[in-house]
């Protein structure tokens, strides 16, 4: 069947045609991007030029808002927003893409050119079935119909691993899993026999589990093929399975063009410290070992969690019935210790947001005990829910969605005292915020300001200065980094370590990201569908791990991030 | 001495909550910038220069005096019976010329022909001339044209004197306000300013001349005809006006308090509350709206039959119809908004600003009022402007099925329902009908734009 992939006239007018000197196929010259609104003027893309090459896999990295995705979108001649202003060269195979008439970009869109976009779950047509969105793509580019078009949908599934191909043809999006939707994505992208495929983030919406597989099937497949890879991502790790020459964007510049030697030692500072602010899994050498475990016995447990099950029910109602689903967390035990940080790690869907949530009294318990300092959160006996509310606090993972637009900033960081501390004096009130932003790092200023006027590192930071502003004694964090850029996310962490050493609140870290974990965690504990599988200090579990889920969990960590010490 | 009607109090109540949420919403920050684009948007404005007149003939229609002095044919001043408003002492002159029957717009004679009784005792049939309208010709043959041209010249100049002496100080205050006096004016003659000051003034000028054009006419003439009793129909539509806008506000600050309330609630605590208000709306959409609103007026009118006494006037007992069919309408047009609320709120109750306030201990009340309540107010908005005009309209239909305002209450409805018997006579009678179906037209219209662009304004899915 693979034969089949070898049979596109397009193809084979293009070698024809190819000139056999290396020249580049894509060559981007002085590219500028810029975005006209009234009398306000944004520049995304400020002069950028790089060649990709034939069967290379060329990375373009950067932070948000560094102008990457633009670019690759000012080279597909997507950007149809009113008001953008686009300049400078692109050519694919000599051919000026800038002066195409939209007819024939259209051929190229897809034929020449592949795309592959971040989020698997909005790029599919929901109401249309994988095989006939496949094969759409088929018969525009390969002019294939019937029976050979079914053959060649079937095979190239088969291509990206997709089991049972010839069953899952007749599937609908909402059928597969993220991962496959993504394989399917790619299948998509690959069946118009594109020279270059351009990867937007394809990577950053999957589980980490995933995004291994993923990556290491666009390696294969750009090996096999011998097409170009333009690869768009925030993520070193990434970069470093995959690329062969690789780019820094800042500020929609260029800042940094290299080869592998890249990893050797980058030239540009800036290159330098998004390298040094990767969370790396030997982080945890680089600080002291909280020796805690040792003096166990004496000390009494903070919080207490025992045998938990949470079960998320169909909706109730006064005339549906109910069908019972498994559990989301199930049976969890664990104890937390005065002022330590006990990270929560697992792959997406194995309930590590739901125990945390369950702990806060957001989603109802089905069984189980959770007591705080000795005293139960919850049910008869136990201190009015206002206090203990004030003791566990928790940080979001969604920085833009996490405070409400209609305040501003000194309301939202207020609200909890009114709340809590009702008899609290005005000026006391303000006295405590005003300090807790000098504490989270800004400035008092900040106080009259709206959120949409903050970055999300900012956000976050106010995010963290809210829950402590009701002097919590344990902060459950919910991935509050994995929305951030890089160089952010190592300053959120910083900040969290100054704020436990200045306050002595404990941190309940729910995150998927070991490099983070190893960074800040005193302790590990390691769910999987619902339960715990693993649980123990920081420098055990990652580099002694006993569960194969652990195992797993680590393995998909990109070998750059696995840093010097890797088992 | 002032008399309020039921009506006028809900009437300037709505129009002082209107305002103070305005003024109010001026005061967000968040809610300024996109009023400042409706400010800017030529269509909005110009919409409003056509819809301010005609919430003013509302309002001054809504102001009410008792025991004016009327004058009276042949006799001197006499107290009126019944309360008067502002409008109907502006316009006494079209309120109390009436003629015999139909006439047609601008006509001096009648519309049909009959037997006239000459001076000599002889009797011929023929259309006699109107007792009010263009009684001051003596020739209406020869003098008709010539006399409405003169008088449509005088009324447009007129009309644009009113507008200079208006436009000149605004200008003035412009000017002395931003400095710069060349630039500014010559911005706005070209213009280039932010305010869409050159439309606005235009439409300004524009509907001057038409006002100016039609008082001059209506002074002597019927300018609308007139219907089967003789009553001027200019008259009719603009005391249709206050109805209109009456039904159009009241109905929407009627449901407001039950979507409101009902939505946000269904949507945030789910669960059997959700159960309960979703039969309750769907099932009220099941039942057709004007059957409900037929049963409802039918009960209310028995009521009304019992309690006589309480009803003693005529106008009062037009009045509280004219209530009653506001809050019945608003109870069975609750529903749109409230299921559009309700999928709001559903979305913005998972959001972490909400879970984080309810992890901070916020209660339940406070929740719903600060975090809530402020994030689905642009809809309300947007609702709010797209059901006026809705509502103007379902008045027109329901007073043509008779189960509208009272028949004594002036409203395009009834226009239209009396009208519709006479499209069938020859000829036919054809400006009742098309002076409601233009008024409304013109509140409609406008409205409408204003509406969409407040859409734009306010929905946040739009912003670029």
Redesign the interface.
Known sequence: MLLILGVSPEGAAVSLGKPLTASPLLSVRDLRVRFC?GESEVTAVAGVSFDIHRGECFALVGESGSGKSVSALSVMRLLQ?QGTRLEGDVLLDGVDLFSLPEQAMETFRGGRIGMVFQDPMTSLNPVLSIGYQLGEVITRHQGLQGEPQRLEAIAWLDQVGLPDPREQLKAFPHQLSGGMRQRVMIAMALAGLPDLLIADEPTTALDVTLQAQILELLLRLQRERGMALWLITHDFGTVFDLADRIAVMHQGVLVETAGRTFFDGPIHPYSQALLKAMPRLDACFERPFSGSIASKENREALLSVRDVTVRYEA?????SRQKPRPPAVDGVSFEMEPGETLALVGASGCGKTSLG?AL???VPMVSGEVLLAGYPLSGEGGRT??ED??M???V???PF????????VADILE??L???RPSMDPSERSDRVQSLLTAVGLEASALGR?PHEFSGGQRQRL?IA??LA?EPKILICDEPTSALDVSVQAQVIDLLKSLQQRFGHSYLFITHDLGVVSALADRVAVMHDGRLVEMGPVREVLFHPQSPHTRRLLDALPVLRRGRLSP | MPQLLPTDVFFFLTLFGLFGLLVYSLG???LRRPWQKVFQSTQAMVSLVILIPYLLVAVADSIRLEGVLVPQAGEGPVASSEPLSLLDLGLQRLRLSVEKTYSAPLQVELHAREMVRLPDGREIWSTPRLRYGGSHLIDPFKERTSDLFRRAIKGFFKGALVWLMLTVPLLAMVVWWTGDKRRVLLDIALGRSRFPWRAVLLAGLFLAMVVGVLAEWAAVYHVLGTDKVGADVLYQSLKSIRTGILIGTLTTVATLPLSLLLGILAGYF???V???IQYVYTTLNAIPGVLLIAAAMLVMQASMARHEAAFQSLALRADVRLLALCLILGLTSWTGLCRLLRAETLKLRN???V?????????QP?ILL??IL??VFHLVLIAVALDFSSLVLAEAVLSYVNIGVDPSTESWGNMINTARLEMAREPVVWWSLASAFCFMLGLVLPANLLADVLRDAFDPRRV?
């Open positions: 609104q927003r909706q109730r109602g006064l005339f949530k806060l009294g957001l829910r206002c509310r004030g566990l606090q928790m979001f993972q969604d969605a996490s405070m409400n637009p209609r305040m501003v609200e909890g009114w709340a809590l709206y995010c809210r829950a009701v | 967000q920050t968040h789910r669960g059997w959700d159960d309960v959001l972490e600003y879970q984080a306030a309810k992890v901070l201990g916020v209660s406070r600060r975090h402020p994030n670029s």
